[in-house]
């Protein structure tokens, strides 16, 4: 039986591929770096995180890039021996807007190919290939020409922001677009049209969308063509998976798909899904990627196995040999470096934010600018994968003036977060306090009173449950301190906003250290545990 989402927690825009006996996944990482993650397995249940491949500055720079921004939709495949990745670096969002809006909506989207030998790379520096739109996929055809198809951005006052999905063929000796552009597909009425696929099968040229915006409407949608640049004819159903009419569903959100075949001649989908807060209704996980089997019928069109394109919780696994990894430990420690599970935020430069040598065996993180900064900020973490769990760590932080906090951090963004921190003032002396910043209050920001405490390291530890979040601290890592305030989880989710923002990440979990003085003092942190578990009342 697989699990769905197979990859939980911020793991969204799934793009499958299989390789001999291996398969892969890639998703999005948005403001996250390095960029793209790639997920593999060999029996479709278990999925190991095994590469970032946009790891260094050649690659990708998302200094500045705004919140849900960067790193947009990959889209992974192998052919004549190499992995080929495209993906959008998103560098400005401008505002919501739907079709037909009275004003502009000018956004910046670069589509670029990035190319390796093994999935562990080398990764080659960058191919430009345009910026008419986002959600970029790569389809190699028979005849051995390749073309690049993306969603059209109409930028212009009263007109369909999404204006379709375009193709132009790929020359790979002169690594460059050539020909002309063509659109092929104008979408549906649910519009919203992006996230376009191309397949080739018994002569049909299959196309697989994603409609309905990534939120509770979200679809696949699916059509067909004898050419590959058009007409296409819609599938009889239109959209081949959607819970969009179906609130009883558990995975909710389902679309942006891909497909992969098994060595058996099985088509299994990947795609989106969203699992809401039970009494909240937000999605505190993000956007996570979720597996399921589909069959051809007789007229050569693919479906659900119910025929009602319904996203499965549990479908029953492949016939293929089970290949489990070893779980991840509880207690991540950093004498060989960074675990792979974590990131940070926006910059190829991470000695300028932190060590794990410059301390031996620590986490050291150099205080850096305000948390929530688009550009320099200490902040590494991982994801939270699932509703309930428990964290911790041992910081040894030394502040001496107000500009100086170094702590744990439960964050989605930066008008989203509840920060547990150290400190120091004239009036408490070296003290702990929790700062939020909430997006759906009157109030965008709260700090709870500050805590005097003693010198010397220290434990800190979150427990979430639900949509209710506890800080507590200790000195000797027995005995807890609990603050008494509960915080709201479900801030850290993608329904959460001010007006306006794009919210397309999910919640992480870690440690940041910002000095706005300047002096850049440092925060040493011993391990980091991250612990997923029932629910505690």
């Known amino acids: 039986m ?7 927690g911020f793991n969204p825009d ?69 992995f080929h990745l495209i993906y959008t670096d998103v560098k400005r969002y401008g505002r919501t807007t739907t079709a037909g809006a009275s004003g502009a909506s000018l956004r910046d989207f670069h589509n670029y190919l990035v190319t390796a030998p093994s999935i562990h790379g080398p990764w080659s520096d960058p191919v430009y290939l345009n910026s008419s739109g986002f959600d970029p996929s790569l389809f190699h055809d028979d005849d051995g020409r390749k073309w690049l198809v993306n969603m059209l951005w109409d930028h212009r006052a009263g007109k369909n922001r999404f204006a379709g999905i375009v193709a132009q063929e790929y020359s790979p000796a002169e690594q ?38 990534t939120g509770w409407n979200h679809a696949v949608t699916m059509a067909r063509s004898r050419d590959l640049l058009g007409p296409y004819e819609l599938h009889p159903d239109t959209y081949i998976l959607s819970s969009r009419l179906r609130p009883d569903a558990p995975l909710q959100r389902a679309g942006h798909a891909d497909l992969v075949e098994t060595p058996g001649g099985e088509t299994w989908m990947v795609y989106l899904c969203g699992r809401p807060l039970p009494n909240r209704g937000r999605c ?4 996570e990627t979720a597996i399921q089997k589909m069959v051809w019928d007789e007229d050569g069109w693919l479906r659900t196995l119910d025929g009602q394109g319904v996203a499965e919780l549990n479908p029953a696994a492949p016939d293929l040999p089970a290949h489990p990894f070893a779980p991840t430990p509880v207690r991540s420690t950093f004498e060989a470096g960074l675990p792979i599970d974590f990131q940070w935020l926006r910059s190829p430069f991470p000695e300028e934010l932190f060590s794990t040598t410059a301390r031996p065996g620590w986490l050291r993180l150099f205080g850096r600018e305000t948390i929530g900064s688009q550009f320099r900020q200490a902040l590494v973490a991982r994801r939270q994968q699932a509703l309930c769990y428990s964290a911790a760590t041992l910081i040894d932080f030394d502040p001496r003036h107000f500009q100086q906090a170094a702590g744990l951090v439960c ?50 530890r979150v427990e979430v449950d639900y949509e209710r979040l506890r800080f507590g ?42 000095d706005m003085s300047g002096a850049g003092l440092p925060a040493d942190f011993a391990w980091f545990d991250y612990e997923e578990r029932d629910y505690r009342p």
Not at 57 to 80: E, F, R
Not at 441 to 459: K, R, V
Request: charged share 20%.
């Open 411 to 460: 964050y989605y963004g930066g008008t989203k977060f509840h920060y547990l921190h150290v400190s120091h003032d004239e009036t408490a002396g070296r003290h702990l306090r929790v700062m939020s910043a909430l997006p759906d209050s009157p109030q965008a920001d709260g700090f709870t009173p500050p805590i005097p405490l003693p010198e010397g390291p220290m434990h800190l």
């Open 14 to 82: 799934p793009s499958i591929v299989r390789v001999g006996e291996d398969y892969y996944i890639a998703t999005s990482t948005f403001e996250w770096f390095p960029g793209v993650q790639i997920h593999h397995s060999r029996d479709l249940v278990n999925w190991r995180l095994i590469k970032r491949p946009l790891e260094r500055a050649s690659q990708l720079n998302i200094l500045g890039a705004p919140d849900s921004c960067g790193v947009w939709a990959p889209c992974l495949t192998y052919a004549d021996g190499l």
């Open 284 to 287: 505190v996980l993000g956007r």
């Open 473 to 514: 601290w200790s000195l000797d890592g027995v005995t807890w301190e609990w603050l008494p305030q509960a915080f709201d989880a479900s801030i850290l989710s993608d329904e959460a906003t001010a007006p306006g923002l794009p919210n397309f990440t999910g919640a992480f979990v870690g440690v940041a250290c910002q």
């Open 2 to 8: 697989i699990r769905n989402p197979i990859l939980p």
């Open 176 to 213: 460059r677009l050539i020909g002309e552009r063509r659109g092929i597909f104008e979408g549906t009425p649910l519009g919203l049209t992006e996230a376009p696929h191309i397949y080739r099968r018994d002569g049909w040229y299959y196309l697989l969308t994603a409609e309905g915006g």
